[in-house]
């Protein structure tokens, strides 16, 4: 996969690192989240209001993943059949040594693997507990980002995803230290509602919350905002 991505022109690879098993994602068996999606009673009666929905469903080509064609379980449980939990640091560093552009770990939790991967030359992380999809009660990144951005000493890019819903999250993770924050729900939520055009009101929305709230906190720009803004709760 990693060959091909190369040869594809990809500039970035992103190593997941949280979902060496699946998490017991009860809702996505609860609401048939199969690939293809299962039509339960549930998913009938939801869609009965929603003409639209009706027409696509009956008219468009079915949803398909190319990677994922001839699997007719959950994403779970596709998981559990393909990811290998065994993988160590050193799987890292062959990663590292075949793949010479951007190397992204997504899904660290800890302080000290955070510190460890920029010793492994990663280039970015991402503070992520991949949304609670998977280890329930697990760290919060957004409370492990200012250490990580204290004791980082190397240039390596933090990156922060989970719970970002509003501008005002992206402002907040700016101000603790974050180099990007990544969405995953929020844009999903706008593609189920609008496709391609509910995306960009996704952004739109996200885009006119950070600049409210920049406004608000007297920023001229991203670049102003600090942890002096910030206040925990505790
Ligand atoms: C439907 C769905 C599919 C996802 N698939 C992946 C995936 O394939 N790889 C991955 O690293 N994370 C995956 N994630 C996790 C997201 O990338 C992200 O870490 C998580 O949703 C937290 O961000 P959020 O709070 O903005 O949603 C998925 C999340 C959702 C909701």
New binding site residues.
């Given amino acids: 996969m990693i060959k091909r991505a190369e040869i594809a022109g990809y500039e970035g690879l992103?190593l997941?690192v949280d979902?060496q098993v699946a998490g017991a994602r009860l809702r996505d068996v609860r609401n048939g989240l199969t690939v293809p999606p299962t039509l339960t009673l549930n998913t009938f009666l939801n869609a009965v209001p929603r003409p639209g929905w009706w027409w696509n469903f009956l008219t468009k080509e079915p949803l398909n993943f190319a990677a994922l064609e001839s699997w007719n379980g959950t994403v779970a449980q596709l998981m559990d059949t393909m990811f290998d939990p065994s993988m160590t640091y050193d799987d890292l560093k062959w990663i590292r040594s075949i793949w010479k552009k951007k190397l992204i770990v997504?899904?660290v939790q800890r302080l000290d693997d955070a510190l460890k991967c920029a010793d492994y030359g990663v280039d970015a992380v991402v503070l992520?507990n991949?949304?609670g999809?998977q280890l329930d009660r697990a760290p919060v990144p957004f409370e492990l980002l200012p250490e990580v951005r204290r004791e980082l000493k190397s240039s390596m890019e933090l990156h922060i995803?989970?719970?970002?819903?509003h501008g005002a999250d992206i402002v907040a993770a700016k101000a603790l230290g974050a180099d990007f924050t990544?969405?995953?729900?929020?844009y999903?939520y706008g593609l189920m509602a609008g496709g391609k055009i509910g995306v960009e009101r996704t952004l739109t929305i996200l885009q006119t919350q950070m600049v409210r709230t920049l406004k608000l906190l007297g920023a001229n720009s991203i670049a102003e905002v600090d942890a002096s803004m910030i206040k925990f709760l505790k």
């Fill in positions: 992103v997941t979902a997504k899904g992520s991949h949304g999809r995803d989970t719970g970002i819903m990544w969405i995953g729900r929020a999903l």
